[in-house]
């Protein structure tokens, strides 16, 4: 059976990370951008980071520009946002595809193991569905993820337990990381 470890993925300098390194550990593995709405959802994202990697959990950062242009910029770039505006120390990764063509393999295979099953009720997360649905047409079968700040909660034998698209309370993301602990 497939998981998490039978994927390499590319670090900020393009070297290659096999992700059986993180064998046993928790893993949240989020698409993000330094320009959109939820990108204050950094802010705790580190404090989760910062309250259970001495628990063996870890999160795996990747930004993606496939949202309205809302990472624009080069990872160094990226990475200096991240960490002088929230101090971010969670690992980041090269910039990725998440939908399309180009998809990278590891959130095909994240979101074909937890698929977009909406962003919720009300009318933000209507819009937010209207927006990305416009943005994400051009992908067509090929669209895997919804929005930037997807989160896949991975458990220590590299399964995935848990899929929070961006508009899920972070507290619920953290009480979910800490019972997955």
Known sequence: MKTVY????????GNSVNLSDYRGK??????????CGFTPHYEPLEAIYKEFREKGF??????????????PGTEDEIHD???????????????????GENADP?????????????FGKGLKNAALKKFADMNNKKYGDK???????????????????????????MKEVKGAVEAAL
């Open 6 to 13: 039978d994927f390499t993925v590319k670090d900020m300098q």
């Open 26 to 35: 928790v893993l949240l593995i989020v698409n993000t951008a330094t320009g």
């Open 58 to 71: 870890e999160i795996l950062d990747f930004p993606c520009n496939q949202f309205a242009n809302q990472a």
């Open 81 to 99: 946002f991240c960490t002088l505006k929230f101090g971010t120390e969670f690992p980041q990764f090269a910039k990725i595809d998440v939908n």
């Open 106 to 118: 590891l959130f095909a295979y994240l979101a074909s193991e937890k698929p977009f099953v909406g």
């Open 143 to 169: 669209t895997y993820i919804g929005w930037n700040f997807t989160k896949f909660l991975v458990d220590r034998e590299g399964k995935i337990i848990a899929r929070f698209e961006p508009t899920v309370d």
